[in-house]
């Protein structure tokens, strides 16, 4: 079979543990500098590995004060009239260091050929001594440098490492793209990923990519294996098993010769018998484990496909319609929180965070908007069965920026995740308009032997298939003279939820709807620096509750609208998770950031807008004098996400606050799988003066997650 033997009863595989791993978790030394080249003599504070530096012991002082050019030239918050700044490129640096220093001790136990350090992000830019030599450095801000210190180690023996990295963006060469983000307003050091070391014999397994099809349920493997050693025949032996259960699906092998100092790529096809497929509602994981014989690597991975589709302008995950509903997580946004701490870094709050949560919320995506996560945040999606747009930490381009670093580093971003089933789609950038990024993207496409496709921001789509992304933020204020109140909101009124303007670019691609709602609250109720002008305008006198109450109830109809009228692909309420603070541009949807606790409000409308059963009552226009008009028609669209047909009754209720009925109407209803269809209702009005509530709800039968409401607000005049 083309020099590859497949045996599924296998009697010569190598032995899997040649590979040792040593993470370096844990606590670290720590200490600041200056001079780069000033390695402390003392060392007098202590931080978490990973972790970010403002949790430091005894703390730093100004620890992540950093204004960045971008920051400093906002419309809004940026500092005016002053003509020095015109010679600034990178930012302003408002403490006083430039460096700090991580250290810690590791011993290694036996010899072994190859050993490599990992730090699989830090920021900003790292440096390492091993035992008081320079081992090497990486400029990568959220993407993996892998170090060898071979000989620099002792084997056996106690070594000494030392971490330096950048106490600031401007520690790095300005060439060097660190992230951008026009909203963030602190820029936290700190290796914030695992670090281990990894000792094994030669051939050393330097990369291994895994590419799923379905159609032919197989995998193709591409490892990429270095010698360090003398010329000779080897062979990679590989072993294929259920994640969870263990058992073994079937092994292989296949030979190869190398050179002393070669690296060869080791391309080949398994068969995946009686493949089990990966989805949100049943994230199945396998494994695969290849060996060299001195080395060997495992990495998980998920039997599915996903795609876009011009012609369509629809998602397909396993060649299946899929309708993805979600949100965002800015991650290093809330990196600036007060009471971000260790919680990304803490298991059962990322598992809360990204498998329960999600789950009551009815979500199967999010973006993870501008900043990379851990890496732990990838595999936990992965058993979660979330669909990740991955984000680059990119929004708006520089002109001094070396092109060759920003495409090394999108090609380690690439190999950082290329392995997870829940990664679906790469996502070049936010909100820029940069042509370069087409050619870039298509450079870097062939890469992905999963042929994983590419989002451009609001640059043009750079493939057929790719989408366009597409941030719609109605205008409540734009009404054309039209009294605005919590009651009657002619955004909506004579509308289909089309592509806005945000996209920038006319396009027929599929529409990815990642950002909507310019009503943000903090989280205590406040307006921020975004949506003051909206709750001054039309609920001055609103409470902080109140004011939550309005914020839930409008989040959720703009869900149901742009979930109705089967315009995007895609609909990711823009945020789950950010940083909160007096200054913050927007908010996210917790009470309680701490422990994960949602605000009820949100929760209540939310949970119901993202429904697989939807249901979106198209009524906004709610001040009503009282018998101008004895009955209401009321369009209600139901919306069917599921892949089988549902029936039942849709009810128009009209209710007064308290809950007691005025009014009811119900007609039977039916969807076919993944449509969309709607039903008019009649249903009279009050007939008194006052302030109500009207709900379309969808009473299905034999469908467990039962009912799914609709709500509006509604006052009759006199």
Same mark, same amino acid.
């Given at each position: 079979?083309? +020099?590859?033997?497949?045996i ?11 590979r ?5 978790n844990?606590?670290?030394d720590?200490?600041? /500098? ?5 390695v402390?003599?003392?060392f ?12 430091s ?5 100004n620890v992540?004060k950093?204004?960045t050019i971008d920051?400093i030239r906002h419309p809004?918050?940026?500092i005016k009239? +002053? ?14 260091r430039n460096f700090?220093w *991580? ?5 290694l ?8 350090l990992k730090? +699989?992000?830090a920021q900003f830019g790292?440096?390492?001594w091993?035992n ?10 959220f993407?993996?440098?892998?170090l060898?210190?071979?000989?620099f180690?002792k084997q056996p023996g ?6 330096r990295i ?7 060469p300005?060439?060097?793209?660190f992230?951008?983000d026009l ?7 700190g290796? *914030?990923d695992?670090?281990s070391?990894i000792?094994?014999?030669n051939p ?6 895994i590419?799923?099809?379905i159609?032919?349920s197989?995998?193709?493997v591409?490892t990429?294996?270095i010698n360090y050693?003398e ?6 032996d *590989?072993k294929?098993?259920?994640w969870?259960?263990g058992?073994e699906?079937?092994?292989g092998?296949?030979? =190869?010769?190398?050179?002393?100092n070669?690296?060869?790529t080791?391309?080949h ?7 089990h497929?990966?989805?949100p509602d049943?994230p199945?994981? *396998?494994?695969l ?6 080395d060997d ?6 039997m599915r496909e996903?795609?876009?589709?011009t012609k369509?302008k629809?998602a397909y995950l396993?060649n299946?319609?899929? =309708? ?6 800015c %991650?290093? $946004?809330?990196f600036?929180?007060? %009471?971000?701490?260790d ?7 990322v598992?809360r ?7 009551e919320m009815n979500w199967?995506?999010? $973006?993870?908007c501008i900043?990379p996560a851990p ?6 999606a992965d058993?979660a069965g979330?669909l990740?747009q991955n984000?680059f ?7 001094y920026?070396r092109?060759e670093e920003l ?19 790469w996502?070049?950038? #936010?909100e820029t ?11 870097h496409?062939?890469?992905d %032997? ?18 366009s992304?597409d941030?719609?933020?109605l ?12 009651w $009657? ?10 592509r806005? #303007?945000n996209?920038?670019?006319p ?5 990815v ?9 903090h989280r205590?109720?406040?307006?921020t620096? %975004?949506s003051?002008?909206?709750y +001054? ?5 609103y409470s902080?509750?109140e004011?939550?109450?309005l914020y839930?109830?409008?989040?959720a109809g703009e869900t149901?609208?742009f979930?109705?009228?089967r315009n995007y692909a895609?609909?990711?309420? &823009? ?6 603070f007096s200054?913050?541009?927007?908010s996210?949807? &917790?009470?309680?950031?701490?422990n994960l606790?949602l #605000?009820?409000?949100y929760?209540?409308?939310?949970k119901?807008a993202f429904?697989?059963l939807g ?10 004098k009282v018998n101008s008009a004895?009955?209401g028609r009321?369009?209600v669209i139901v919306?069917?996400?599921e892949?089988r047909?549902?029936?039942g009754?849709?009810?128009i209720?009209?209710?007064k606050p308290?809950?007691s009925?005025?009014s009811s $109407? ?5 969807? /076919? ?9 009649d249903?009279d009005?009050?007939?008194k003066?006052?302030?109500y509530v009207?709900?379309a709800?969808?009473?299905p039968? #034999? ?6 409401t609709?709500?509006?607000k509604?006052?009759?005049l006199?």
């Amino acid at each position: 079979m083309k +020099n590859v033997l497949w045996i599924l009863v296998f009697f010569s595989l190598h032995s899997f543990g040649q590979r040792s791993v040593h993470s370096l978790n844990g606590q670290w030394d720590i200490e600041e /500098s200056i001079k780069s080249d000033a390695v402390p003599r003392k060392f007098n504070h202590k931080v978490s590995v990973p972790g970010l530096v403002n949790q430091s012991q005894p703390s730093f002082a100004n620890v992540d004060k950093f204004t960045t050019i971008d920051v400093i030239r906002h419309p809004i918050v940026g500092i005016k009239d +002053n003509p020095s700044l015109d010679t600034i490129k990178v930012g302003i640096v408002a403490q006083n260091r430039n460096f700090f220093w *991580y250290r810690r001790s590791f011993e290694l136990k036996e010899n072994k050929e190859v050993v490599v350090l990992k730090i +699989n992000k830090a920021q900003f830019g790292t440096q390492v001594w091993i035992n008081g030599k320079k081992a090497g450095e990486h400029f990568g801000c959220f993407t993996a440098g892998y170090l060898d210190i071979t000989r620099f180690v002792k084997q056996p023996g106690k070594n000494e490492i030392i971490i330096r990295i950048g106490a600031h963006p401007k520690a790095l060469p300005e060439w060097v793209p660190f992230g951008t983000d026009l909203e963030k307003r602190k820029w936290t050091p700190g290796i *914030y990923d695992d670090v281990s070391v990894i000792a094994c014999n030669n051939p050393y397994i330097e990369t291994l990519q895994i590419a799923p099809d379905i159609n032919a349920s197989q995998i193709k493997v591409q490892t990429k294996v270095i010698n360090y050693k003398e010329a000779g025949k080897f062979s990679l032996d *590989y072993k294929v098993k259920e994640w969870k259960s263990g058992k073994e699906v079937v092994t292989g092998t296949k030979s =190869f010769e190398m050179v002393k100092n070669e690296s060869v790529t080791v391309t080949h096809v398994i068969s995946v018998p009686a493949q089990h497929l990966w989805s949100p509602d049943d994230p199945f994981l *396998y494994e695969l484990s290849a060996s060299t014989g001195g080395d060997d690597f495992a990495s998980r991975f998920g039997m599915r496909e996903f795609h876009y589709d011009t012609k369509t302008k629809l998602a397909y995950l396993n060649n299946k319609i899929i =309708f993805l509903r979600g949100s965002n997580i800015c %991650l290093h $946004r809330f990196f600036e929180d007060s %009471l971000c701490r260790d919680n990304p870094w803490n298991e059962k709050w990322v598992r809360r965070l990204l498998l329960d949560i999600p789950k009551e919320m009815n979500w199967n995506s999010f $973006r993870f908007c501008i900043g990379p996560a851990p890496d732990k945040w990838f595999e936990i999606a992965d058993e979660a069965g979330l669909l990740i747009q991955n984000e680059f930490f990119l929004w708006t381009q520089k002109d001094y920026w070396r092109v060759e670093e920003l495409e090394n580093q999108l090609s380690e971003w690439m190999r950082d995740h290329w392995n997870h089933p829940s990664v679906v789609i790469w996502d070049m950038q #936010n909100e820029t308009k940069w042509d370069k990024l087409e050619e870039i993207i298509n450079k870097h496409r062939p890469m992905d %032997l999963s042929n994983r496709q590419w989002e451009n921001g609001w640059s043009k789509p750079a493939g057929e298939n790719d989408p366009s992304e597409d941030h719609n933020y109605l205008s409540y204020t734009d009404t054309g003279g039209a009294k605005i109140s919590p009651w $009657r909101m002619p955004a909506y009124t004579h509308r289909n939820a089309s592509r806005s #303007n945000n996209s920038f670019n006319p396009t027929v691609h599929a529409s990815v709807l990642n950002e909507y709602a310019w009503l943000w609250l903090h989280r205590d109720g406040k307006p921020t620096i %975004l949506s003051d002008d909206f709750y +001054n305008a039309v609920v001055p006198d609103y409470s902080n509750q109140e004011r939550m109450d309005l914020y839930g109830y409008l989040i959720a109809g703009e869900t149901e609208y742009f979930r109705a009228f089967r315009n995007y692909a895609a609909v990711h309420f &823009f945020t789950f998770l950010t940083a909160d603070f007096s200054t913050a541009f927007t908010s996210d949807l &917790f009470q309680d950031v701490q422990n994960l606790k949602l #605000n009820p409000v949100y929760l209540k409308y939310m949970k119901e807008a993202f429904k697989p059963l939807g249901v979106y009552l198209h009524f906004w226009m709610g001040e009503i004098k009282v018998n101008s008009a004895p009955a209401g028609r009321f369009p209600v669209i139901v919306i069917n996400d599921e892949y089988r047909k549902l029936k039942g009754e849709i009810e128009i209720r009209i209710e007064k606050p308290d809950g007691s009925m005025i009014s009811s $109407r119900q007609v039977p209803f039916e969807v /076919s799988d993944l449509m969309a269809e709607t039903f008019l209702i009649d249903c009279d009005y009050p007939t008194k003066p006052g302030e109500y509530v009207v709900k379309a709800i969808a009473h299905p039968d #034999n469908y467990e997650p039962g009912t799914t409401t609709s709500i509006r607000k509604l006052k009759m005049l006199p």
